[in-house]
């Protein structure tokens, strides 16, 4: 299985710590960001991935080269125009025909890739979406469940309206198929694909149970930094 690293962002809430440096590159307890979710996907056996990038990709790819050092087969998708969520991961997904895993790139998170493999396997759907809780859901948008399978997704509720506390966690397994309603040039996956697939009855959840950071403010990346336990 094939997987797609999406981290083409500007990172516009970490500056001044991004005009320089992208954010994928950006260290986290001496490591760029991008390189824990890279060897996480090794741990479970995933060698193959794609990096959607944009902003300094070339400092991206300098870094990263094609993977050698990592012990994987990198491969770059590079927007030549903004492209949106949607955009960049249809371009980034073009040519693949089977499942694939999808992972945002500025989460720090130890996501137990095998046991997501077997909940999509068993689960059939067309997508399957880690869920994480958080008690701060007003700063979210929070999943509605029906099952095992995603209903909608409420955006950023009051605490005592939420339909619950999960959210998305930014790591999913896509049949390219469920791509095929998004349009050519720029769109956003969220709200012109999950969205609209899970009102179809075809995203299931699988609930990640472990470490999950976002990185996406000054104030987050720190957190992280502070309290992000990496595997050995």
């Known amino acids: 299985m094939r997987a797609i690293i999406l981290a083409g962002g ?48 070339d400092k991206i790819r300098e870094y990263f080269e094609i993977g050698q050092k990592l012990g994987v087969n990198i491969s770059y998708s590079i927007e030549s125009s903004p492209l949106g969520t949607g955009g960049a991961v249809k371009q980034a997904a073009d040519g693949i025909h089977e499942p694939f895993i999808l992972i945002w790139g500025d989460n720090l998170a130890d996501y137990n890739i095998t046991e ?45 309206e939420a339909p619950s506390n999960l959210i998305n966690a930014g790591c999913f397994i896509i049949h390219p198929d469920a791509l095929a309603i998004l349009p050519d040039g720029k769109s956003n996956i969220e709200r012109e694909c999950f969205e609209i697939q899970a009102r179809k009855g075809v995203v299931s959840a699988y609930n990640h149970l472990g470490q999950w950071f976002p990185t996406d403010t000054l104030e987050k990346y720190k957190k992280a930094d502070e309290e992000f336990n990496p595997k050995k």
């Open 116 to 160: 997501l493999v077997k909940a999509y396997e068993r689960q059939k759907a067309m997508i399957t979406m880690t869920l994480t809780a958080r008690e701060d859901v007003e700063n979210f948008g929070v999943a509605k469940l029906d099952g095992d399978k995603i209903g909608y997704f409420v955006e950023k509720p009051r605490r005592e």
């Open 10 to 57: 500007l990172g516009e809430r970490l500056r001044p710590l991004t005009e320089h440096t992208p954010k994928p590159l950006l260290p986290i307890k001496g490591k760029p960001i991008m390189q824990y979710a890279i060897e996480n996907l090794k741990r479970h056996g995933i060698k193959d991935i794609t990096l959607a990038i944009s902003y300094h990709a």
